[in-house]
């Protein structure tokens, strides 16, 4: 066994676990944060995306020990609150940007750096930033309709 300690959407957490713990799995059965899925476990489909200080990371190729320390942001911990939907999965809700909603947690932790770093996308830049995360319900037009409407949302708060 080996201590962690590790911020997550603002709590500070500490456990005792097995070095091998993917941090997927420590998330999902240790914090009990489920809404970050699992859906291939290697790094491919991007359901597991995180944010690891501020980066966007996949949480299955990663032990849990290597973040000691870090800070991460699940999508539990986009919204302010319960009653209050972060800018992003707002427009993904107008737009009709989820069926099942299985890739839709790692989809928006995947776009928050992106207009972060790009207020201002067009369409190809858009898809080429959720490239790598894979959705078997959508052809994915409305996920790109919600990041416009959510940057468009965002760039209209900031005038």
């Not at 091998?20 to 491919?44: K, M």
């Not at 928006?108 to 770093?117: A, G, K, N, S, V």
Request: with cysteine; hydrophobic share 40%.
């Amino acid at each position: 066994m080996q201590s962690v300690t590790v911020t997550v959407n603002g709590q500070q957490y500490q456990r005792q676990i097995e070095p091998r713990l993917l941090l997927s799995d420590f998330i999902r059965h240790e914090l009990r944060l489920t809404g970050t899925h699992v859906g291939c476990e290697h790094g491919v489909c991007g359901a597991c995306t995180i944010l690891l200080d501020g980066n966007a990371v996949r949480s299955c190729l990663l032990f849990a020990v290597q973040v000691e320390g870090c800070e991460i942001t699940t999508v539990e911990g986009l919204a302010p609150d319960p009653e209050v939907l972060h800018p992003l999965q707002q427009a993904f809700w107008e737009a009709h940007g989820l069926q099942c909603g299985f890739c839709t947690a790692g989809i928006l932790m995947t776009l928050i750096p992106f207009l972060e770093e790009n207020p201002n996308p067009d369409e190809p830049q858009i898809r080429a930033a959720i490239s790598g995360n894979l959705c078997r319900c959508t052809g994915y037009q409305h996920i790109v309709d919600a990041v416009k409407i959510a940057a468009e949302k965002t760039r209209a708060e900031h005038a």
